[in-house]
């Protein structure tokens, strides 16, 4: 059992490039989330899917796109990188309704330049 | 406690005291209430949860309080090890049909001194 498991670890991108972060979960949970942590602050949510099928917006959504792929597998695409989308990038699970504890998993270091 | 700008707030203790880490949240309507733990290069990691109904709740060495009062939540770490050194992040989940969203503090440097 991996838990959340997320690829690649590290990329750096050039300004204008693409890449898709991909973020997977052996446990069976309903929700999938993609946030973004910068130095000095707190996570904040990008994008998020209740569950199979549905994808919404969070507090930074500029930027990116999403697919829930199937029920493991939640991906974050950047069509345009920027230099401000310089981050790190965690995704996390959850099992259901009545339940918040999310699970992290690993991160992606992006560096845009 | 959180909710300072880009510098975080720090808190350095000695092995074997207990640490307290405090956090202010803005929103009312929330019913519940996380903490996490943050190791350098990892993700974060779940320590203990507390419901809107509840003012207290422990779990191994460690206990969160709530005051919904003046809308603040503690993390109390008993006989803090180096191994807790981290940053610590509080979260509020805001009910009704938030999805499981969570809103995340800024988060706390704990340093524990051998």
């Known amino acids: 059992n991996a838990g959340v498991t997320q690829t690649p670890k590290f990329q750096v991108l050039k300004t204008g490039q693409s890449m898709t972060l991909q973020c997977a979960q052996d446990m069976n949970h309903n929700s999938m989330y993609w946030y973004r942590q910068d130095p000095g602050m707190g996570l904040r949510l990008i994008y998020y899917?209740?569950?199979?099928?549905?994808?919404d917006k969070g507090e930074v959504p500029n930027g990116y796109n999403v697919s829930r792929l199937n029920k493991r597998e939640f991906s974050l695409r950047l069509e345009s990188a920027a230099p401000s989308q310089t981050s790190v990038y965690f995704c996390?699970?959850?099992?259901?309704?009545?339940?918040?504890?999310?699970?992290f998993g690993p991160g992606t270091r992006l560096t845009v330049t | 406690g959180e909710n300072v700008g880009l510098h975080l707030p720090t808190l350095s203790v000695q092995e074997g005291d207990n640490s307290i880490i405090n956090c202010a949240y803005s929103?009312?309507?929330?019913?519940?209430f996380i903490w996490y733990k943050q190791e350098s290069g990892k993700g974060p990691q779940f320590i203990i949860d507390i419901r809107s109904n509840m003012d207290k709740r422990q779990g191994q060495r460690v206990t969160v309080l709530l005051n919904k009062t003046v809308k603040h939540l503690s993390l109390q770490i008993a006989a803090t090890q180096p191994g807790d050194s981290a940053v610590y992040f509080c979260a509020e989940n805001a009910g009704g049909t938030s999805y499981g969203k969570l809103t995340f503090g800024q988060g706390t440097i704990l340093t524990v001194h051998p």
């Open positions: 899917s209740a569950s199979e099928g549905t994808t």
């Open positions: 929103n009312s309507a929330s019913d519940y």
């Open positions: 996390a699970s959850r099992i259901s309704a009545g339940l918040y504890e999310q699970y």
